[in-house]
């Protein structure tokens, strides 16, 4: 076995998932690897953590009386917690720790992330100022000219989802100059933040994925309904948000990463 598939299996064995051949396999691999064991050990640890903080949660008395009692989110009669369980939570491992992870992120997350999906919600609620423009090498020449040609903002080519580029701001969170490129058409808005920084300014907490082919790192987190998917090519962090589903951000992110 090599790294690339211990990596795959790694939250496997933590979740005690794995059959008997693939579960003396990566524990042989393990043995000898002494990455992949650190990788193993911070899952434990990172499980351990979701396990404590989970069991220190819990919703005040008012909010959930509120949502439970909202009819435009359970307009059917109550169903049992047994039943919106079963109908809520995915059913597969890797996405069921995801929907964990973006419970605690949303709780957790800080203020500088926070900062940026309240940058989403006025773009959402058409309060945030841009310049609009159908020249996407106008929006790339002005948010490059705002950081002094330090870095460039991360550009996509969407047109396969309906989307385009629209506008670029630039936002000051915390002293760093984020570039701002928005995205629009028919399959709905996205914003792409790019910076200076490095995995460490991925949220506490957030869901890590290991691609093992571009050998990077996912981070996906979650706030009203906002998904974001952070990852780092060089020293430039980008971060995808949009209403999409998670799973639809994490695979656009991935196929659209450049390895450093």
């Not at 299996?9 to 051949?21: K, P, R």
């Not at 991925?202 to 309904?225: I, L, Q, T």
Request: aromatic content about 8%; charged content about 25%; overall charge positive.
């Amino acid at each position: 076995m090599n790294c690339a598939q211990a990596q795959e299996l790694i939250t496997a064995l933590v979740d005690n998932e794995l059959d008997q051949g693939e579960r003396s396999a990566l524990e042989a691999h393990l043995n000898e690897c002494s990455g992949c064991r650190l990788a193993f050990e911070e899952e434990l640890d990172l499980k351990r953590k979701i396990r404590q903080a989970g069991e220190r949660m819990h919703a005040p008395a008012l909010l959930r009386n509120r949502i439970l009692s909202d009819r435009r989110i359970f307009p059917e009669k109550r169903r049992s917690a047994r039943q919106w369980l079963k109908t809520l939570w995915p059913a597969s491992p890797v996405y069921q720790t995801a929907l964990a992870l973006a419970v605690l992120v949303l709780l957790l997350l800080p203020t500088y992330y926070l900062s940026a999906f309240e940058t989403y919600d006025s773009f959402r609620r058409g309060e945030l100022p841009v310049e609009r423009t159908q020249n996407s090498g106008e929006i790339v020449g002005r948010l490059t000219r705002a950081v002094d040609g330090r870095f460039h903002p991360m550009g996509y080519d969407l047109s396969a989802m309906n989307m385009r580029p629209v506008a670029g701001v630039v936002r000051q969170i915390d002293g760093r100059k984020i570039l701002v490129a928005i995205y629009q058409g028919e399959g709905g808005s996205l914003l792409c933040y790019t910076f200076l920084g490095s995995e460490a300014d991925a949220p506490p907490n957030s869901a890590r994925f290991f691609d093992p082919d571009k050998k990077m790192n996912f981070y996906a987190f979650s706030r009203a309904g906002i998904n974001a998917v952070l990852h780092r090519e060089g020293d430039v962090i980008c971060i995808l948000a949009s209403e999409m589903p998670m799973d639809e951000l994490l695979a656009l992110a991935r196929k659209k990463s450049r390895p450093s």
